[in-house]
């Protein structure tokens, strides 16, 4: 039988999924958890819309990623915090330089900026933006004592 996965399943498929299953799996397993639906064709027609829908959606979310790269690329951001020499009193991590680069105007989520580890000393760090992409952006952030 041939099903449209709803869910994920570990094992079977990944939502979205047009699958062949036994007949017995679809009806005993699939159909009464909500996992999967039967394929009919206008199940299908549905499903091929909503996968160009998302695709668009994508391409749209790539083009507005690609332009912010080329916005930040480079810029510099100063960072002020209480500090003893050179080590600050506390620490920054992705939550605060969110918070500074949305003080400055730029919407980027913490899942967009790479940072191994919180910083905690006064100088100037290079701050990967969108590392997953395949030439990742990168901005100076420069953390200065008050």
């Known amino acids: ?36 639906q039967p394929a009919s064709a206008r199940a299908i027609a549905e499903l091929e819309r909503s996968q160009k829908k998302a695709n668009q959606e994508e391409a749209q979310l790539q083009e507005k990623m690609a332009e912010l790269m080329k916005k930040i690329k480079g ?21 605060d330089i969110c918070a500074e680069l949305k003080k400055s105007g730029w ?3 913490e899942e967009d900026l790479l940072l191994e580890q919180p910083l905690k000393k006064i100088g100037q760090y290079e701050i990967k933006v969108f590392p997953k992409e395949k030439n990742p952006a990168s901005f100076i952030l420069e953390i200065q004592a008050e």
């Open 75 to 95: 810029k510099t951001f100063i960072l002020k915090r209480k500090a003893n020499k050179e080590k600050i009193f506390g620490s920054i991590n992705k939550a």
């Open 107 to 109: 919407e980027i989520s």
């Open 1 to 36: 039988m041939k099903v449209i996965f709803l869910k994920d399943h570990q094992k079977i498929a990944k939502k979205g999924q047009l699958k062949q299953v036994a007949d017995g799996l679809a009806r005993n397993f699939l159909f009464p958890q909500k996992i999967a």
